[in-house]
């Protein structure tokens, strides 16, 4: 996409038009897969597509550079479905409910305030973990994440945008009191997952976090050790992963 075509995406105003089916076209856009996106982000974006598989909702993957900044809320995913643009995953399941696709309408209230209150566990703790460890981490910055942020781009440009985005996520990190951590302290404690027997956009969440956390080669196995402890997750990761990307001809993640 060029400069104009990005920020047309981002000015594109969201109005969902539910009686529009869903197209053959539609497009996720990330980060480029092999050398550039990072952990949160690709477990952000694995959530989403295992959401739209569970919708039974067909998506073709396109990996650009500066995906970011052509996203309307600066983080990626985002779907171009239509002439419509939406970043994230929450956004995304209300769009997807606004066509008449939605994973959690078998639910009670009850069960969908608990829904919610999971999916908003999960991503202040494996999301804060997932940031502490790419952008506070001093080994892991120093060996993966400036040099994959910043690898699109010449010098020094590359070293200029993955300091500043490490100075803003420092900054969050600080606000919500994760500034002076270890890593040691860093843990994915206690998540009480919450699986219905039809899957919901909790398990998409789940799994996207989960499963790249699994797969994902960093300079410490601290995350992964610790998922590994539960086998039941482990179970869980490889159903999805078997039921909703391999039985679909999408072949295996890893």
Request: charged share 20%; with cysteine; hydrophobic share 40%.
């Amino acid at each position: 996409y060029s400069l104009v075509e990005a920020l047309f995406l981002k000015s594109e105003p969201l109005q969902i038009h539910s009686t529009e089916p869903w197209p053959e076209n539609a497009t996720l856009y990330q980060q480029l897969r092999g050398e550039q996106i990072l952990l949160s982000d690709n477990a952000a974006s694995l959530a989403v597509q295992a959401f739209l598989q569970m919708c039974n909702l067909p998506i073709k993957i396109v990996c650009r550079p500066n995906a970011e900044y052509m996203s309307p809320s600066g983080k990626v995913p985002f779907i171009h479905v239509g002439n419509q643009v939406v970043s994230e995953l929450g956004p995304i399941v209300q769009f997807v409910k606004a066509k008449g696709h939605s994973l959690s309408d078998g639910l009670d209230e009850v069960q969908k305030a608990e829904m919610k209150a999971y999916m908003e566990l999960v991503n202040n703790m494996l999301l804060t973990a997932e940031l502490y460890l790419q952008w506070c981490d001093e080994a892991t910055v120093g060996e993966i994440t400036h040099a994959r942020y910043g690898s699109p781009y010449p010098w020094p440009l590359n070293h200029i945008l993955a300091y500043q985005k490490q100075w803003e996520v420092k900054r969050k990190m600080k606000a919500i009191g994760w500034g002076n951590k270890t890593l040691d302290q860093v843990s994915l404690m206690y998540l009480p997952f919450y699986f219905c027997l039809r899957p919901t956009e909790l398990d998409a969440l789940v799994f996207g976090h989960l499963y790249t956390i699994l797969t994902t080669q960093l300079t410490t196995d601290e995350l992964s050790e610790k998922v590994k402890n539960y086998s039941n997750l482990l179970a869980f990761c490889r159903r999805i992963e078997q039921h909703y990307f391999e039985d679909r001809g999408k072949g295996r993640l890893s």
